[in-house]
């Protein structure tokens, strides 16, 4: 029986927040690693936690989120502090900015004062009553956010990786009405992009290869999209799968005293297939 974890009260939580707060603090002060640190100098180790987040949230496991949840935390905390010893801002400047930044970005539950509106869902008369219209309605309201993007495309990171960005890419164009009529459509723009990567192959042409092979992941990208599929989430549960497969082949060879160069293909296969058949 699947056991659940008891809610903490409000007052729990703030106790909670407050007990890691006082902690990083004291470490800040009292331990040399910590107390050396930079924006600079812990930037990578922040990518590093986010992607590590990204491998736990793949794999399910609640325990490893909770963990690397707490690793990302720990590296806003730190953000938090170095601004506040430069007398930029601090933690609470932090809550408040992303807090104006939902309220605004959400006419359709809350008043500019932030109290809620008086029926959640309407703007203006204008039902807001899917996540389709919330997407469609939050890139309307961002161009007219202070400070915020000028283009629909440019609050896009330029170091995202490139199957998310081009997956962010389709969906704000979506959001602002650029997208097939019928998802069914975009079967032919895939074929298409096939014909143009295998002829440009066949040319022995790298560049344009290159090139085409580009517009055909863009295609399989929009193509995952469009039916509700994560193309960097779908192709990581391959790559895991992948690692659990050919690690089997390796360590069944190593089992028999072979290594993988002596095998043939066709033996390396079988052992293959029996991962398959194990569920790995």
Same mark, same amino acid.
């Given at each position: 029986?699947?056991?659940?974890?008891?809610?903490? +009260?409000?007052?729990?939580?703030?106790?909670?927040?407050?007990?890691?707060?006082?902690? !990083?603090?004291?470490?800040?002060?009292? *331990?040399?690693?910590?107390?050396?640190?930079? %924006?600079?100098?812990?930037?990578?180790?922040?990518?590093?936690?986010?992607?590590?987040?990204?491998?736990?949230?793949?794999?399910? +496991?609640?325990?490893?989120?909770?963990?690397? *949840?707490?690793?990302?935390?720990?590296?806003? =905390?730190?953000?938090?502090? =170095?601004?506040?010893?430069?007398?930029?801002?601090?933690?609470?400047?932090? *809550?408040?900015?992303? *807090?104006?930044?939902?309220?605004?970005?959400?006419?359709?539950?809350?008043? @500019?004062?932030?109290?809620?509106?008086?029926?959640?869902?309407?703007?203006?008369?204008?039902?807001?009553? %899917?996540?389709?219209?919330?997407?469609?309605?939050?890139?309307?309201?961002? #161009?007219?956010?202070?400070?915020?993007?000028?283009?629909?495309?440019?609050?896009?990171?330029?170091?995202? @990786?490139?199957?998310?960005?081009?997956?962010?890419?389709?969906?704000?164009?979506? %959001?602002?009405? =650029?997208?097939?009529? #019928?998802?069914?459509?975009?079967?032919?723009?895939?074929?298409?992009?096939?014909?143009?990567?295998?002829?440009?192959?066949?040319? !022995?042409?790298?560049?344009?290869?290159?090139?085409?092979?580009?517009?055909?992941?863009?295609?399989?990208? +929009?193509?995952?999209?469009?039916?509700?599929?994560?193309?960097?989430?779908?192709?990581?549960?391959?790559?895991?799968? =992948?690692?659990?497969?050919?690690?089997?082949?390796?360590?069944?060879?190593?089992?028999?005293?072979?290594?993988?160069?002596?095998?043939?293909?066709?033996?390396?296969?079988?052992?293959?297939?029996?991962?398959?058949?194990?569920?790995?």
């Amino acid at each position: 029986m699947e056991q659940h974890h008891p809610v903490p +009260n409000l007052d729990q939580k703030l106790a909670a927040f407050a007990r890691a707060l006082g902690v !990083m603090q004291t470490l800040r002060k009292d *331990c040399p690693w910590d107390a050396k640190q930079t %924006n600079e100098s812990i930037r990578q180790n922040s990518i590093e936690e986010v992607y590590e987040l990204g491998e736990a949230l793949i794999k399910g +496991n609640p325990e490893e989120i909770k963990k690397e *949840c707490g690793d990302v935390l720990e590296q806003i =905390f730190f953000y938090a502090m =170095f601004g506040e010893e430069k007398g930029q801002f601090d933690f609470a400047d932090i *809550c408040n900015a992303m *807090c104006d930044k939902l309220v605004f970005r959400h006419p359709h539950v809350f008043n @500019p004062d932030g109290s809620l509106i008086s029926q959640v869902g309407m703007r203006g008369g204008e039902d807001v009553s %899917n996540a389709d219209d919330v997407s469609k309605l939050w890139e309307v309201v961002k #161009q007219k956010e202070k400070g915020g993007n000028k283009t629909i495309l440019s609050g896009i990171p330029a170091g995202l @990786p490139s199957i998310i960005k081009a997956y962010r890419m389709q969906d704000k164009a979506r %959001n602002a009405g =650029f997208d097939w009529q #019928q998802r069914e459509d975009v079967w032919q723009k895939v074929k298409e992009e096939i014909s143009e990567f295998e002829a440009e192959v066949g040319n !022995m042409d790298r560049e344009h290869a290159e090139r085409e092979f580009g517009d055909l992941l863009f295609s399989l990208i +929009n193509a995952a999209r469009l039916y509700k599929i994560k193309p960097d989430n779908a192709l990581e549960k391959t790559n895991q799968k =992948f690692l659990r497969r050919f690690t089997y082949v390796e360590t069944e060879a190593k089992r028999q005293g072979r290594l993988l160069s002596e095998m043939t293909l066709a033996e390396m296969d079988a052992l293959w297939d029996e991962a398959k058949a194990k569920g790995l």
